[in-house]
C-alpha cells in the first residue's frame, strides 16, 4: 500500500517507520528542523518495541509532490485541522481513506464535513512518543496499538489491506467491531493521562502511586465515561478501572501530550479534551468536576507562552 504521512511528527514518524521498514511505501510529509535532519541523516526511532534506523525515506513538504495515497495517516495538531484538511486534497483518489491519529472526538466529524463520508475511517493511535531532537524519536513502553475502520463499521477491503499491512510490519493492530466505542475508549485514555500529567507537572509513576494523584486519574476516566454512556456510547460501566490498568502498565516516565506541549510553551488541545469533556457534561447533565480542575489549573497557558505586552 502507498501511505501518505501529513503531519509527520512523533507518533506519525513512529508507525510510518515500522509501515516502511516492513517494504511499505510511506512518504513522510513534515517541515522544519525535523524534515532537515530526516533529509541529511535518515530517521531514528527508539523503542523498547525495537530501535530503528532508516536511511532513505520518501520526504517533502508539500503533499502536492507525493500523487495520491491509499491510505493518509493524518497526525497534525487539531486547530490546524481545517487548513490542513485543504492541503491533502490532491493526496486523494476514489478510495483513500483518511485516518486520524489525532487526540479526541472531533476530527472524524470535521473530515467527513471537509472532504466527505467515503474518504474518512475511524480510528485511533495509542502509544507515548515524543520527538527528542529533530530527526530522531522515542517511543515509551510497550503498549503501540492502533485500532481503526469504517465509520459505519463495515469490514471493507480497504481497511481489511490496512489491517493486512500494519501486521507485517509487526504493529499491534485491529478492525474496531464498534468504532464509536474504539474512539470513546481511547479518549477516556487520553483525558485522564494528558489531563493529569499536565495538570500535576509530572510524568505518570509519581502520579499513580500517590493517593490523591491516583484519585485523580480515576476521576477524570469516570467522568469521561460517564459521559460517554450518557451519549448512548458502548463502553462498560466499569471502563475507568481499565483505563487505570492501562495507566499502570506505563513507563514510569511517560507522559501526556498535553504535558509535553505545556512543557515546550506550545499551544494546547485543551479545548478538545478535557474542555470537551467539559461542554459534551454540561449538555448531558453529567458532573465532571475533575475535568472542570483540569481547565482551571491549564486554561491560562492554552494558547503558549504569554510574553508580556
Same mark, same amino acid.
Given at each position: 500500500?502507498?501511505?501518505?504521512?501529513?503531519?509527520?511528527?512523533?507518533?506519525?514518524? !513512529?508507525?510510518?517507520?515500522?509501515?516502511?521498514? =516492513?517494504?511499505?511505501?510511506?512518504? *513522510?510529509?513534515?517541515?522544519?528542523?525535523?524534515?532537515?535532519?530526516?533529509?541529511?541523516?535518515?530517521? &531514528?526511532?527508539?523503542?523498547?518495541?525495537?530501535?530503528?534506523?532508516?536511511?532513505?525515506?520518501?520526504?517533502? +513538504?508539500?503533499?502536492?509532490?507525493?500523487?495520491?495515497?491509499?491510505?493518509?495517516?493524518?497526525?497534525?495538531?487539531?486547530?490546524?485541522?481545517?487548513? #490542513?484538511?485543504?492541503?491533502?486534497?490532491?493526496?486523494?483518489?476514489?478510495?483513500?481513506?483518511?485516518?486520524? *491519529? &489525532? +487526540?479526541?472526538? !472531533?476530527?472524524?466529524?470535521?473530515?467527513?464535513?471537509?472532504?466527505?463520508?467515503?474518504?474518512?475511517?475511524?480510528?485511533?493511535?495509542? #502509544?507515548?512518543?515524543?520527538?527528542?531532537?529533530?530527526?530522531?524519536?522515542?517511543?515509551?513502553? #510497550?503498549?503501540?496499538?492502533?485500532?481503526?475502520?469504517?465509520?459505519? +463499521?463495515?469490514?471493507?477491503?480497504?481497511?481489511? @489491506?490496512?489491517?493486512?499491512?500494519?501486521?507485517?510490519?509487526?504493529?499491534?493492530?485491529?478492525?474496531?467491531?464498534?468504532?464509536?466505542?474504539?474512539?470513546?475508549?481511547? *479518549?477516556?485514555?487520553?483525558?485522564?493521562?494528558?489531563?493529569?500529567?499536565?495538570?500535576?507537572?509530572?510524568?505518570?509513576?509519581?502520579?499513580?502511586?500517590?493517593?490523591?494523584?491516583?484519585?485523580?486519574? !480515576?476521576?477524570?476516566?469516570?467522568?469521561?465515561?460517564?459521559?460517554? @454512556?450518557?451519549?448512548?456510547?458502548?463502553?462498560?460501566?466499569?471502563?475507568?478501572?481499565?483505563?487505570?490498568?492501562?495507566?499502570?502498565?506505563? #513507563?514510569?516516565? =511517560? &507522559?501526556? =501530550?498535553?504535558?509535553?506541549?505545556?512543557?515546550?510553551?506550545?499551544?494546547?488541545?485543551?479545548?478538545?479534551?478535557?474542555?470537551?469533556?467539559?461542554?459534551?457534561?454540561?449538555?448531558?447533565?453529567?458532573?465532571?468536576?475533575?475535568?472542570?480542575?483540569?481547565?482551571?489549573?491549564?486554561?491560562?497557558?492554552?494558547?503558549?507562552?504569554?510574553?508580556?505586552?
Amino acid at each position: 500500500m502507498k501511505f501518505a504521512v501529513m503531519g509527520a511528527g512523533a507518533i506519525g514518524c !513512529y508507525y510510518g517507520a515500522r509501515l516502511a521498514a =516492513s517494504g511499505e511505501e510511506v512518504h *513522510f510529509i513534515a517541515r522544519g528542523p525535523h524534515l532537515e535532519a530526516m533529509r541529511e541523516k535518515g530517521l &531514528q526511532i527508539y523503542s523498547p518495541l525495537g530501535d530503528l534506523h532508516l536511511d532513505k525515506l520518501h520526504l517533502t +513538504n508539500d503533499p502536492a509532490t507525493v500523487g495520491t495515497a491509499d491510505i493518509v495517516l493524518f497526525c497534525v495538531k487539531l486547530w490546524d485541522t481545517d487548513a #490542513t484538511a485543504a492541503l491533502i486534497k490532491p493526496l486523494l483518489h476514489g478510495d483513500t481513506a483518511v485516518y486520524s *491519529f &489525532q +487526540n479526541g472526538i !472531533y476530527a472524524e466529524g470535521r473530515l467527513v464535513e471537509l472532504l466527505g463520508v467515503p474518504h474518512v475511517i475511524g480510528g485511533y493511535a495509542a #502509544t507515548p512518543a515524543t520527538i527528542v531532537e529533530p530527526g530522531v524519536v522515542r517511543q515509551f513502553g #510497550t503498549i503501540a496499538p492502533l485500532e481503526f475502520g469504517e465509520l459505519d +463499521n463495515r469490514r471493507t477491503p480497504r481497511v481489511e @489491506r490496512l489491517l493486512a499491512a500494519c501486521l507485517r510490519a509487526g504493529i499491534d493492530a485491529k478492525i474496531a467491531d464498534d468504532i464509536e466505542a474504539a474512539l470513546w475508549s481511547k *479518549f477516556a485514555f487520553i483525558t485522564a493521562h494528558s489531563g493529569a500529567t499536565a495538570l500535576c507537572r509530572s510524568t505518570e509513576g509519581p502520579i499513580r502511586e500517590d493517593p490523591w494523584g491516583r484519585k485523580l486519574l !480515576y476521576g477524570l476516566a469516570r467522568e469521561t465515561v460517564a459521559v460517554a @454512556r450518557a451519549k448512548g456510547v458502548k463502553l462498560p460501566a466499569d471502563y475507568a478501572e481499565h483505563v487505570l490498568e492501562t495507566v499502570d502498565k506505563l #513507563t514510569y516516565d =511517560s &507522559q501526556g =501530550s498535553l504535558y509535553t506541549d505545556l512543557q515546550r510553551g506550545s499551544r494546547l488541545e485543551l479545548e478538545w479534551l478535557s474542555g470537551a469533556v467539559v461542554k459534551l457534561g454540561a449538555e448531558l447533565g453529567v458532573a465532571t468536576p475533575s475535568h472542570e480542575a483540569v481547565m482551571q489549573g491549564l486554561h491560562l497557558h492554552a494558547m503558549g507562552v504569554r510574553r508580556p505586552g
